[in-house]
Nanobody
Framework: QGQLVESGGGLVEPGGSLRLSCKVS????????FSWVRQAPGKEVEWISG????????TYADSVRGRFTISRDDAENTLYLDMNNLKPEDTAVYYC????????????????WGQGTQVTVSS
């Protein structure tokens, strides 16, 4: 049974940075693509970034491109999201999910999901 566990969320001031981690277990991490998605209060789930096996393809939503960086460490079975220049509108619960997603994503693109980690951007 696959398990994804996010960590690294917290409270940060506008303009600040955070690094989210997603530790994966229960299936072969290196063989799969992964994504980060988020859900702000009262809003729909938003896909924000995906990374394919061996990092051969990486893509971002327009809302985070240039500020967020997705990466993976196959030796550590861990997915990362480095978030810089954070804005109040980045406040959301952030989830990692197995699957690549993309701008035309649907929930069917994803298999396992993590439980989420809260990111709050506020002064």
């Amino acid at each position: 049974q696959g398990q994804l566990v996010e960590s690294g969320g917290g409270l940060v001031e506008p303009g600040g940075s955070l690094r989210l981690s997603c530790k994966v277990s229960g299936f072969s991490f290196s063989r799969y693509s992964f994504s980060w998605v988020r859900q702000a209060p009262g809003k729909e789930v938003e896909w924000i970034s995906g990374i394919k096996q061996f990092s051969r393809d990486i893509t971002y939503a327009d809302s985070v491109r240039g500020r967020f960086t997705i990466s993976r460490d196959d030796a550590e079975n861990t997915l990362y999201l480095d978030m810089n220049n954070l804005k109040p509108e980045d406040t959301a619960v952030y989830y990692c999910a197995e699957g690549f997603g993309g701008s035309s994503w649907t929930r069917d693109d994803f298999g396992f999901w993590g439980q989420g980690t809260q990111v709050t951007v506020s002064s």
